[in-house]
Structures are given as C-alpha cells and as structure tokens.
C-alpha cells in the first residue's frame, strides 16, 4: 500500500521537478551550502563517529565480555607505558 505523499529529500540534494530556473539554481544552491556546512562541521562530524564507536564497543562488549576485558587491559598496559617511557624521557 502506498501513499501519494513525496518522499522527504535530504537537505545536500535538489528536489526533482523544478521547471523555474531561479527556484532549481536557488535550490542548487541551497543543497551546495548545506552539504558545505556537513564537510565542514568537524566536531559535529568528531561527536557522530565517536557515538558510532562506543556503540561498536558495547556491542563487541555485550557479545564478547572477556575479549572486551582484555582489549581493555591491553589498552591501559598501552597507555600506562607510553606514559611511563614520556616521563623516564623528560626526567633524564
């Protein structure tokens, strides 16, 4: 069953069926400043990616706890060293 309402269009693209010129380069424009604004927005961008790794790591977490407790061991023996090994550098 479908309806006859248009599907929505993402802010980065230029609806279908504009026969106006200045409303098609308007909305051509519009998408273009749009999809500048998601390339350029880094920490929007940085706080996406980070949500996206902690729900893989609650997920591998969830399926797997003893490899997530391992993994977490591995990584603060890791850190722990390399703090370790900057602070013996600079106290020489």
Avoid: C, H, Y
């Avoid at 729900?55 to 370790?84: C, D, M």
Wanted: overall charge positive; charged content about 25%.
């Amino acid at each position: 069953m479908s309806s006859d309402r248009p599907l929505p269009v993402p802010r980065t693209a230029v609806p279908l069926g504009i026969a106006d010129p200045v409303e098609k380069a308007r909305a051509e424009l519009k998408a273009a400043l749009f999809a500048i604004e998601e390339k350029a927005n880094v920490p929007k961008r940085v706080g996406q990616a980070t949500d996206r790794g902690v729900a893989e790591a609650r997920l591998f977490a969830r399926r797997n706890p003893t490899g997530a407790i391992a993994a977490t061991v591995g990584v603060a023996a890791t850190i722990g060293l390399a703090v370790w090994g900057a602070v013996r550098l600079i106290a020489r």
